[in-house]
């Protein structure tokens, strides 16, 4: 049987109010060790104040394939964004 | 380089007339800056080209922990030896954020490990001499981790995303490395003779290895220009190797110190200097493994990976028989 | 109280500290997988950064203008004031990983009696080690269990280490006159006072872990007072090297 660790991902939060955002990978044999290699590994800088440790195996992933079909059809719903909407110089705080 | 001469397996630069319709599609978002993620479509070639330059790339950095390491339990001062220790544990992550690079290709960790205990493929020759006084540890930040540095941040923007992401990770760590080095140098110049000397035989020993690591001049080589094209490489070694020996030469001029090359002269007119001959037999020979330290840093890495093999497999059967003791108190 | 046991006393805290950072810096490049090598490596780090504390205090406290370098570099064993298992070789992972082990359950339980030390230097100290070694432990316990409960080679090579190194963990639980006076002072912790909560802590892990606690609890001591093993001597040949060879160099 293989003895290579499982591959897992690191998302580190680097200050409060910030969302968790990928950091890298690294290997563990389970997910207490993976949670402190994060530390070891990617918070040696004080890039952190909070680490979420997850099984590659785990993420479920977009095909690249499908990009057009999934992202494209948001390309024309311009309506979504503010700018649409011109407003009068005289409005103000709108 | 950290990653030298690598091999694309092609003999000539593909062009547009050449590739399918899908080739033709990668090419041209390569051309539009377009970054190549994990699950793109992307030629072989790429792929395998990408694979033996970033796995070269990590070996280079997991080896290079080595000639420092030979110093670590020397160090001089307590602060010293916490900074070295710093600087070679960085080396071990950026190892890390390769090896993790290059899995995203499809490859695991351990058997580019294997490949590279096996022989089958090189680590950066600079790493192949050996750290014989305290002012080599300076000379490795300024002089080694220097040329890095110039060859990497054009990697930063290089094609694949990974890649390019390990790279600007790696680049912002790595910016202490050169300057812990110089500031190893100025300490050896400002001190006694002794030590001076030591400083001067560390410049006059990595000094041509160091220019060596560029590479030879790629200006007639095909597997460089398929790289550039995948801009998986950005600049050619002659241009790098130039704008490290300009950067270099003032600095060692303000250490007092004489770079071991009679032929150096600044040329006015070009607004470069201009060096002497380069030695690649030896460049070469130091790649066939006849470098002072080729066998010992091979047998070091191997030993320390079979070492830690029952180790390795104790923590993967505790985890097996912790998810198994789990899985039964669930049902 | 008297500023000799003082210094006495911050010499013991700080060559611990040294000796075991001196040891893991050993391990730099050569750990069993990349990113144990790092945690490792931070341990190491830590370490270096607590003896670089004491020791500077305890120049000041000597008084003698004796800077921490001056302390940890020229110095012979015999002015080393660690204890004995600190300085033990590395051996394999598990001996390093035991060696940790039964320091840091140690150095966790003096650090936190310390941080209500009447000398606030001391206690300020404590605090900020404290934070560092409280991981320590939780990751040296960690191994201790993945080794021991792991495949039989693992669990045959732990309680080997465990059992190797055993005469030395008591060390650390024999108060000499020094520790006498530093405990009255208010200033150093009660060591009798630690070894019920450690042997509690480390049979704990050791039972977790499918270990045996070794029966006989005879202590090898000597390392507080300047009496060492026979490595010690090996260790600051190499780490001392060059202080001594060029005394009037500045690095």
């Known amino acids: 049987m293989t003895s290579e660790w499982p591959l897992w991902e690191v998302f580190i939060r680097s200050q409060h109010g910030l969302a968790h955002k990928h950091a890298g990978s690294l290997h563990a044999s389970d997910a207490e060790m993976a949670m402190k290699n994060a530390r070891d590994v990617y918070t040696r800088r004080n890039e952190g104040v909070s680490i979420w440790v997850v099984k590659s195996a785990d993420v479920v992933a977009s095909a690249p394939g499908d990009r057009e079909a999934l992202f494209d059809p948001a390309n024309d719903k311009v309506y979504r964004h503010p700018t649409f909407f011109p407003m009068p110089d005289e409005v103000k705080h709108i | 380089m950290y990653a030298q001469m690598v091999d694309t397996g092609l003999n000539k630069v593909v062009d ?118 305290w002012a080599d540890i300076g000379a490795i930040g300024w002089l080694v981790d220097g040329a890095a540095i110039m060859n990497q941040i054009p990697l930063c923007r290089c094609s694949y995303g990974p890649y390019a992401r390990a790279m600007v990770r790696i680049c912002k760590e790595e910016s202490f490395h050169q300057r812990q080095g110089f500031d190893i140098m100025m300490a050896m110049c400002r001190g006694s003779a002794d030590q001076k000397a030591m400083a001067q035989d560390a410049l006059d020993r990595w000094w041509w290895p160091s220019l060596m690591m560029f590479g030879p001049s790629d200006a007639e080589s095909v597997h460089s220009a398929q790289s550039m094209r995948w801009k998986i490489k950005l600049l050619s070694n002659d241009e790098l190797r130039q704008r490290f020996v300009d950067q270099t030469v003032p600095q060692a001029e303000y250490l007092g110190l004489r770079v071991p090359d009679p032929a150096l002269r600044w040329n006015a007119q070009s607004g470069h200097y201009e060096t002497g001959p380069i030695d690649w037999a030896e460049f070469q020979a130091v790649l066939r493994g006849h ?39 669930a049902a | 109280m008297n500023d000799n046991a003082r210094f006495e006393f911050l010499l013991r805290m700080g060559d611990n500290a040294l000796v075991l950072a001196q040891r893991l810096s050993e391990w730099v490049g050569k750990g069993p997988v990349l990113e144990e090598d790092i945690a490792l490596t931070n341990v190491g780090l830590d370490l270096i950064g607590q003896a670089r504390m004491w020791l500077s205090y305890a120049g000041e406290v000597e008084g003698a203008g004796r800077d921490e370098d001056a302390l940890a570099f020229r110095r012979d064993q015999h002015g080393f004031r660690n204890l004995l298992l600190v300085e033990q070789p590395n051996g394999d992972y598990a001996e390093t990983t035991a060696r940790q082990f039964l320091f840091d359950r140690w150095h966790l339980l003096a650090l936190g009696a310390m941080t209500r030390s009447r000398d606030e230097r001391v206690a300020a100290i404590a605090a900020k080690a404290g934070k560092e070694v ?84 005879f202590a090898q001591r000597g390392g507080r007072q300047g009496r060492h093993t026979e490595h010690l001597g090996h260790l600051l040949c190499e780490m001392q090297f060059l202080q001594r060879a060029y005394p009037d160099a500045r690095w």
């Not at chain 2, 992550?93 to 490990?113: F, K, M, Q, W």
């Not at chain 2, 950066?124 to 001499?129: D, P």
């Not at chain 3, 630690?194 to 049979?203: K, M, T, Y």
């Open chain 2, 16 to 133: 547009a007339s050449q590739m399918s319709p899908q080739e033709q599609a990668f090419q041209a978002r390569i051309d539009a800056d377009v970054k190549v993620e994990p699950r793109d479509w992307m030629p072989e070639a790429y792929r395998r080209t990408l694979v033996r330059q970033i796995q070269q790339h990590a070996h280079s950095e997991v080896v290079g922990q080595l000639p420092e390491g030979n110093w670590v339990t020397r160090a001089p001062t307590l602060k010293r030896k916490a900074i070295l220790m710093a600087k070679i544990q960085d080396e071990a992550g950026h190892g890390l954020y390769l090896y993790s690079a290059a899995e995203t290709l499809g490859v695991s960790r351990d058997d580019l490990i294997d490949d590279l205990h096996a022989g089958k493929v090189k680590y950066s020759s600079i790493f192949n001499y050996p750290t014989l006084n």
């Open chain 3, 134 to 217: 409280a991981y320590h432990v939780e990751r040296s316990s960690d191994w201790v269990i993945r080794l021991g409960d792991g495949t039989d080679e693992s669990h045959a090579r732990m309680q080997r280490a465990i059992d190797g190194l055993w005469m030395y963990a008591g060390e650390g639980f024999l108060p000499d006159a020094t520790d006498d006076a530093m405990a009255e002072a208010g200033i150093g912790p009660d060591l009798a006072a630690l070894r019920a909560p450690w042997r509690e802590g480390v049979a704990a892990v050791l039972a977790e872990a499918t270990l045996a606690l070794p029966a006989d609890d």
């Open chain 2, 291 to 329: 470098g002072p330290c080729n066998r010992d840093r091979i047998r070091v890495r191997k030993e320390a990976w079979d070492d830690g093999q029952w180790v390795r497999e104790a923590a993967m059967a505790h985890a097996r028989k912790r998810a198994e003791r789990e899985s039964r108190a």
